[in-house]
Each structure stands twice: as structure tokens, then as C-alpha cells.
């Protein structure tokens, strides 16, 4: 499992801000090594596990082409989420993997106008093929969705 190398870090890297912070993560869990590939942001040296990290401090966005037909190798890719306070330092770290995300979004049905049903993801795939440029992007309320799925997450770090 992913471990924090130094919990005190928590209380100085600061989070806030648009994009990056690969560094600063990096900092947190010196067994990932960063990769500059479309789908994943790290791997676990020790494990060989793949993580892609969203840093929010909430409403995430996804974009739904990316989540069709996932197979294999595509579902273990971990999700690593870092939710950060008003002041821009981490209180909560959790991952899961993509494919059981997009179930657990899929089977509740108060996702479906927020475009996590299989029929909106299917379109965002076939508008992708036709302009790739353009983007179909879904909401998840990260901390709505730790709560109502504590059990399925792995927790790392919850203040």
C-alpha cells in the first residue's frame, strides 16, 4: 500500500493553486516516480502500480471519453485523490481503482445527469473519434463520494 514518507509534510506542502504539484507529491511518496504519459502520472517502484493523481478540493471533473471500454490493465490504473482545505493544505488522501470508480458511479443512478451512465460516455467517445480536440467532461463531488464509499477506497490519509 502507498505510504506517506513523513506525515509532518502534510502540515507545509501546500497544495493550492492550479496544476503541477507533481513535486510536492513526489515529496509525500518517494516510491512514485513520475511518468509523462496520457493516461498515469506515476508508478509505484515497489509495486508496479500505476496512479493518476487529482488534486481538488472537491469538484473534480473527468473527461468521460476516457473512461470507455476500459480493459485490463486501463481498470487497475489508481485514481489517487488529494483533497485539499480553503488553505490549500492536504486532509484527505484515498485511492481506487478507475474501473471501480466508474462503477460505483455507473450503478447509482443519481449520476445519470451528470453524464455517468454508459450511454454519455459511449457519445463522448464517439465525439472524441470525429474532433479530438473537444472534451465531454463529468462532475464528481470527491468528498460527497469518499463518504458514501469509504469502504471501497483506500485510505491513506483522512484528517
Known amino acids: 500500500m502507498l505510504k506517506i514518507k513523513d506525515k509532518s509534510l502534510l502540515l507545509s506542502l501546500n497544495f493550492g493553486g492550479k496544476g503541477g504539484k507533481e513535486k510536492k507529491i513526489i515529496q509525500l511518496f518517494p516510491t512514485l516516480l513520475r511518468k509523462d504519459l496520457k493516461k498515469l502520472d506515476f508508478i509505484c517502484q515497489e509495486e508496479s502500480i500505476i496512479y493518476e493523481a487529482k488534486k481538488q478540493q472537491n469538484l473534480q471533473w473527468f473527461n468521460l471519453a476516457k ?66 480536440k473537444i472534451q465531454c467532461k463529468a462532475p464528481v463531488c470527491i468528498r460527497k463520494f469518499f463518504k458514501e464509499n469509504e469502504q471501497e477506497v483506500k485510505v491513506i490519509y483522512k484528517k
Open 67 to 132: 473512461f470507455w471500454n476500459l480493459k485490463g490493465a486501463e481498470q487497475k490504473i489508481n485514481f489517487l485523490f488529494l483533497c485539499v482545505d480553503n488553505k490549500g493544505l492536504v486532509d484527505l488522501i484515498f485511492y481506487i481503482e478507475k474501473g471501480d470508480f466508474l462503477s460505483i458511479l455507473i450503478e447509482n443512478k443519481d449520476n445519470d445527469d451528470a453524464g455517468w451512465n454508459l450511454s454519455a460516455i459511449d457519445l463522448a467517445r464517439r465525439l472524441f473519434e470525429i474532433s479530438p
